[in-house]
């Protein structure tokens, strides 16, 4: 099972940045598409970003368009999220996930390995 470990998250006043990041111990892990999801208390996963094995590609979801940036560094196995422009409503626990499938896919179903998740507050 591939352990995936999440760090950088924290409180930060809206229009702040936080950057988060995301590392795994396997080179199998540059090969993955990886995700990351967020989530609220009495709320289901919403996917942030996404990028794909190869860098080539990213995809955002429209609330985070513009603000958030999403990379990878092979060199270290890490996936990174600059967050910046943030809102509060961007609070809640942010989780990186990892998919086996050759495309990114919006939907935490389709992600296979998941870490801990850590937690960004943005106060108003």
């Known amino acids: 099972q591939m352990e995936l470990v999440e760090s950088g998250g924290g409180l930060v006043q809206a229009g702040g940045s936080l950057s988060l990041s995301c590392a795994s111990s396997?080179?199998?892990?540059?090969?993955?598409?990886v995700g990351w999801f967020r989530q609220v208390p009495g709320q289901d996963r919403e996917f942030v970003a996404g990028?794909?094995?190869?860098?080539?590609?990213?995809y955002y979801a429209d609330s985070v368009r513009g603000r958030f940036a999403i990379s990878r560094d092979k060199t270290k196995n890490t996936v990174d999220l600059q967050m910046n422009s943030l809102k509060p409503e961007d609070t809640g626990v942010y989780y990186c996930?990892?998919?086996?499938?050759?495309?990114?896919?919006?939907?935490?179903?389709?992600?296979?390995?998941w870490g801990q998740g850590t937690q960004v507050t943005v106060s108003s």
């Open positions: 996930a990892a998919s086996r499938l050759p495309t990114i896919h919006a939907s935490d179903y389709d992600y296979s390995y």
């Open positions: 396997e080179d199998t892990f540059n090969f993955l598409v």
């Open positions: 990028i794909s094995w190869n860098i080539a590609g990213t």
